[in-house]
């Protein structure tokens, strides 16, 4: 069983930064992959941005949030980060560390692919 709680979130001013992170305890597969996911009150939840231990070069990132968010791990392994900066109104939501038992490849951002997910941190952006 795998056990997440994620932290860093809170209120700040367009145009501000927050790190969030992802405390992982338990244990991983061999293969994995974690991700960030967000959702606001009356809409689905939505993926951010993710990585997995392998298979991948690159990691994927919402559209929206291209060259303003960058997701990365820990050494250990033991901790997701997710750093936002030049943050919008938009980015209002709660978000979510999850993760798979396996490599999700092409579908890194989607929802259905992850097994374990933490209770989440509010990050609210004000104009």
């Known amino acids: 069983q795998v056990q997440l709680v994620e932290s860093g979130g809170g209120s700040v001013q367009a145009g501000g930064s927050l790190t969030l992170s992802c405390e992982v305890s338990?244990?991983?597969?061999?293969?994995?992959?974690m991700g960030w996911f967000r959702q606001t009150p009356g809409k689905e939840r939505e993926g951010v941005a993710a990585?997995?231990?392998?298979?991948?070069?690159?990691?994927p990132y919402a559209d929206s949030v291209k060259g303003r968010f960058t997701v990365s791990q820990s050494d250990n392994k033991k901790t997701l980060f997710l750093q936002m900066s030049s943050l919008k109104p938009e980015d209002t939501a709660m978000y979510y560390c999850?993760?798979?038992?396996?490599?999700?490849?092409?579908?890194?951002?989607?929802?259905?692919?992850?097994?374990?997910w933490g209770q989440g941190t509010q990050v609210t952006v004000s104009s």
């Open positions: 999850a993760v798979s038992r396996t490599w999700l490849m092409g579908a890194l951002l989607t929802v259905a692919g992850y097994h374990y």
């Open positions: 338990g244990n991983t597969t061999r293969r994995y992959s």
């Open positions: 990585l997995q231990n392998g298979g991948l070069r690159n990691w």
